[in-house]
């Protein structure tokens, strides 16, 4: 049973740059949130997709986009990078509308802004 | 006032001991609330998960709640060096969760 995969893993970007990263869901599921950790952080909530639609978004500015594919798979674009993007993303993927909703997390990538 | 307040770390302990961390929060709306354990540049991995007052066990790890006081607690008995890792709490609201900072155990063999 895969679990949620992420990609790439590790990218090094300049300011003002675009980057765009990847996740696939764990098997099953169909809900897609991605975070934000910065170093020595827990992880920050960007939003949220379902249904290929944003159901929930965190206190993050526009320049964080984000795509849902009728496969459950996702996508979140960041443009204009700043400095402060430099963080590891992760994705959790979860089944929706479930009582007793778990989050499972991918292993993240980690972005590197200079 | 931040929603989730973790204690700060780092912690050290020696192998065997009996590790205690603590989570307190001001939202009221949270309704589920898990522990998560990070090792470096990994992704959380959720290890405890509960939704009621009490205490709910599994293994080595005893996760408890206290809805009246908004305090969460995770013990770990018989500490072992591999669970040396970052312990994040985390609640839920509305599919979303919020994190604490985070506290960093070293387990001393």
């Known amino acids: 049973d895969a679990g949620v995969t992420q990609s790439p893993t590790h990218l090094i970007k300049t300011r003002g740059q675009q980057v765009t990263l990847r996740c696939s869901p764990k098997?099953?599921?169909?809900?897609v949130s991605w975070y934000q950790q910065a170093l020595g952080q827990g992880p920050q909530f960007i939003f949220q997709y379902y249904e290929e639609e944003e159901r929930q978004r965190g206190n993050f500015p526009d320049r964080f986009s984000g795509h849902q594919f009728p496969n459950y798979s996702s996508e979140l674009n960041v443009n204009a990078l700043l400095l402060g993007d430099s963080a590891l993303y992760l994705c959790?993927?979860?089944?929706?509308?479930?009582?007793?909703?778990?989050?499972?997390f991918g292993s993240g990538t980690q972005l590197s802004v200079l | 006032q931040k929603e989730v307040e973790q204690d700060p770390g780092p912690l050290s302990v020696p192998e065997g001991a009996i590790v205690s961390l603590n989570c307190t929060y001001s939202?009221?709306?949270?309704?589920?609330f898990m522990w998560y354990r990070q090792y470096s540049r990994k992704g959380p991995e959720l290890l405890m998960y509960t939704y009621s007052s009490g205490n709910k066990e599994d293994g080595r790890f005893t996760a408890q709640v206290d809805k009246s006081s908004k305090y969460i607690s995770l013990f770990i008995r018989d500490s072992q060096p591999s669970d040396s890792a970052t312990y994040l709490c985390a609640m839920k609201a509305n599919s979303k969760l919020t994190f604490g900072k985070g506290i960093t155990l070293s387990v001393r063999p």
């Open positions: 098997s099953g599921h169909d809900t």
């Open positions: 939202n009221s709306a949270f309704q589920y």
């Open positions: 959790a993927s979860s089944l929706w509308g479930t009582t007793n909703e778990k989050l499972f």
